[in-house]
């Protein structure tokens, strides 16, 4: 059999072919015959935290996603030849499993939506990553680790109180030199907290000289990673570590080979790039030394108070403190800088502390959620799950008395509690 798979893959396209035929006698959905199917919890999905905190990020797109009903779903030999050609490309060691293929089908088919707009939002930070992890000489394929950590959004916080792009608890930021007051938050800055992502993985694969492993040390810490290795009696290979690792770890590592996939080949799973609110080339820098509030700056320049927060991250409250000395950077849209340069005197004049960010992290109903309708629900069986009353889902869909059907759509306002228990039973179907 090794012979057999040493010659398909020297013959490529015979590897598809071959791949094609058995897709018409096995179910997509299923691991490979005779491999061991690791046991997987429903309680844990290491991409919650990211997909959450996108929801909250959604009102910035001006445009819609049109999502295609086509997939693009293949057969298992299929995701096998196409990672084990990542693998030839990379010095990181990718390799089909199937926990990758769970996250595939996680990226591919239930969350289309969030892959379209993460490929956007890579035009917007993934310059930025490749030129930090190049400067470190890291490998460039570490950009989609931000995917995994928090969806690409600079705004992401987590439950554990991890924040930004690459998820710094407080305790990890002060490492690395990031600054954290009530005002200011470098750990979503998007450069700063990419540099200190660099130092912290190039001393992580210093550590473990194996990038899977540190991969798995940045999501559960070294020393978690170190005892695993003991208690394994010295193994290093992360696959046969699983048994000896905590969950989120287990998952983290094939939910990066997975990001990298779908980022890869999004467009063989008929997914496009939904552009993202702002482009790279788009924004520009301007020095602030006076105290600037948000609010101020957009009611005078017209930017959306949104767009300010995702664009300047870092200051929490929308609101920056007049710098000790000095002065402090502000990204703005080309267009609108000479907007504020012509009414800097009133601008600063009308800030005030202090300017709530409009992005929510409480535990209110901010997530919008489609629910379709399955055979034999009723309202009230819908309105239980969602945790909400018949009332609610008739005010959330048109105010009217509701008659529904299989297949219908109701449209429903969820917390992101409720939003997490729903990603834990959807990964569970595969």
């Known amino acids: 059999m090794n012979q057999i798979g040493t010659w398909l893959r020297r013959f490529p396209p015979l590897y598809v072919l071959l791949a094609s035929v058995l897709f018409f006698f096995s179910n997509p959905c299923e691991g490979r ?35 295609d009903s086509a997939t693009g779903s293949q057969p298992d030999l299929v995701y096998e030849y196409r990672i084990a050609e990542l693998n030839r490309r990379s010095p990181f060691p990718y390799r089909f499993h199937p926990l990758v293929l769970k996250y595939i089908k996680i990226y591919s088919i239930e969350r289309r939506e969030q892959v379209e707009q993460m490929l956007g939002l890579a035009e917007l930070y993934f310059p930025i990553f490749r030129e ?36 710094f608890k407080i305790n990890t930021a002060e490492m690395f030199n990031l600054h954290v007051d009530s005002f200011i938050d470098e750990r979503m800055d998007p450069r700063l907290s990419t540099e200190a992502a660099c130092l912290y993985l190039d001393y992580l694969y ?26 394994a009696g010295g193994e290093t290979d992360f696959w046969k570590l699983l048994p000896y690792l905590p969950e989120a770890a287990q998952n983290y590592v094939p939910a990066f080979i ?12 008929n997914l496009s790039t939904l552009p993202p609110p702002i482009r790279f080339q788009e924004v520009d820098t301007v020095q602030i030394s006076d105290a600037l509030s948000f609010r101020a700056l957009s009611s005078w320049t017209e930017i959306p108070l949104e767009l300010l927060h995702f664009l300047n991250p870092s ?6 403190p007049t710098p000790a000395k000095g002065s402090v ?17 009133r601008i600063h004049a009308q800030s005030y502390k202090i300017s709530q960010s409009p992005f929510p992290i409480d535990k209110g109903r901010k997530i919008h959620y489609q629910h379709e309708v399955a055979k034999g629900e009723y309202l009230h069986k819908i309105a239980l799950r969602y945790e909400c009353t018949v009332a609610d889902l008739e005010q959330w869909n048109g105010n009217e008395k509701l008659n529904i059907h299989p297949g219908d759509k109701l449209s429903i306002w969820i917390t992101p509690d409720i939003y997490a228990r729903i990603e834990r039973e959807l990964i569970g179907r595969y």
């Open 33 to 67: 015959g005779g491999q061991p199917q690791i046991p997987y919890s429903k309680e844990n999905n290491v991409l919650t935290t990211g997909f959450v905190n996108l929801h909250h990020i959604s009102k910035l797109w001006r445009t819609v996603s049109v999502q």
């Open 132 to 167: 930090e992890l190049d400067k470190y000489q890291l490998p460039l394929e570490l950009v989609y680790l931000s995917v995994v950590e928090s969806a690409l959004n600079p705004l992401a916080v987590s439950k554990s109180g991890a924040v930004g792009l690459w998820q």
């Open 206 to 231: 210093k550590v473990f000289g194996n990038w899977a492993l540190a991969l798995a040390a940045y999501n559960a810490g070294p020393g978690t990673v170190q005892r695993a290795i003991q208690r």
């Open 258 to 269: 997975a990001a990298s996939y779908i980022f890869n080949y999004h467009s063989e799973h």
């Open 315 to 320: 200051y929490r409250q929308g609101y920056i």
């Open 329 to 345: 950077p502000l990204l703005l849209p080309k267009e609108k800088i000479e907007h504020y340069i012509a009414n800097s005197e």
